[in-house]
């Protein structure tokens, strides 16, 4: 008894503490047809993924601000190799290479540049940025690039939800009240502790922003933080299925024999039964994947059968005289009926 109060009491810390659901969904992807590419695309490339922060805000120039302080504040966290909210004009693209990333907007813009009217239209807009103050910033980039191709490809690029590339290199709508901040989280989306860690840095960054800002709205995606709410929503439903399952069992139980306190001895197996194999899960696979959880109430409603052909037996047993000692030791040793 000592042994199995102790087992039991590991098993339960362990399941407490140290389970974790696997946030890979390719397990559940069929291996057939054309789900099978998805699953093995999701297998090999779907570990890494940038991830976005949305600002919403109702002033330009607030959520500019905004915008960049989260950027700088995601590349202190060691979650996140680097992030950014607008294009490094420092970086620019060579200009030779400037059509192999034009989408099909950028490409005409990049047309209309190289007609007469084009080309002096921007070589005067570039003399006049050179002769601007602070304009010294730029000649190493102008020189390099005098009808600034690279910039046509970044400006105006759709990204998604109306936003885009500005002039200034930031990733804004037009009006102002969306920007988006870019990241690159460290680690696989797809291992758990990689992408919790990555939710919990970018959530203590927002966390503070949301406080100061409450006229604002932030949102964050990619694939870390799609696996991170993933994990949350099968643990949710773990904990939902298996308690649900419990419940109905133990109500059907009591509408068939019709004794209430007979719970008392068929659900403790049960819930020991559960936890020791939860144990077992968290010791030696390190984690339930999403198909493990989706039969959660199919064990459940197994787990209890046997409860259920003792209990019979041993009424049966009863009906047939015996007292409830001789009963018991009785139904233990039948076989169970079919």
Do not use: C
């Amino acid at each position: 008894m000592v042994v199995l109060v102790l087992l039991t009491v590991l098993t339960f810390v362990a399941v407490t503490f140290r389970l974790r659901i696997d946030p890979n969904v390719s397990s559940l992807l069929p291996d057939r047809g054309e789900a099978a590419a998805l699953r093995r695309y999701v297998r090999g490339f779907g570990g890494g993924d940038l991830a976005v922060v949305l600002v919403q805000g109702p002033e330009k120039e607030t959520n500019a601000a905004v915008a960049n302080e989260i950027a700088d504040e995601l590349e202190k966290r060691s979650s996140i190799a680097r992030a950014s909210s607008r294009v490094d004009s420092s970086r620019a693209l060579d200009p030779m290479l400037a059509f192999r990333h034009a989408d099909p907007r950028a490409m005409e813009r990049l047309r209309s540049a190289f007609t007469p009217e084009g080309m002096r239209s921007r070589l005067a807009e570039s003399r006049a940025m050179l002769l601007a103050p602070g304009g010294g910033a730029a000649s190493e980039v102008i020189g390099h690039d005098p009808l600034r191709l690279a910039q046509l490809v970044y400006e105006g690029a759709d990204i998604g939800a109306g936003v885009r590339t500005q002039p200034d290199g930031a990733f804004a709508s037009d009006d102002g009240t969306s920007y988006l901040v870019l990241a690159e989280p460290k680690g696989q989306a797809l291992r758990g502790e990689d992408a919790r860690r990555f939710v919990q840095d970018a959530e203590a960054v927002l966390a503070p922003l949301r406080a100061a800002h409450p006229e604002m709205k932030f949102g964050l995606t990619g694939g870390h933080a799609i696996a991170a709410a993933t994990e949350a929503m099968l643990t949710r439903d773990l904990t939902i299925s298996s308690t649900v399952a419990m419940i109905l069992a133990s109500l059907v139980f009591a509408a068939i024999f019709r004794r209430v306190r007979a719970l008392l001895a068929v659900m403790p197996p049960l819930a020991l039964g559960t936890v020791w194999t939860a144990g077992v899960a968290t010791f030696f696979s390190g984690g339930l994947s999403g198909i493990a959880i989706a039969f959660m109430s199919v064990v459940v409603g197994v787990g209890v059968d046997t409860g259920v052909h003792v209990y019979a037996a041993l009424l049966e047993a009863r009906r047939e005289g015996l007292a409830p000692r001789d009963a018991a030791r009785e139904a233990r040793r039948r076989p169970p009926a079919d």
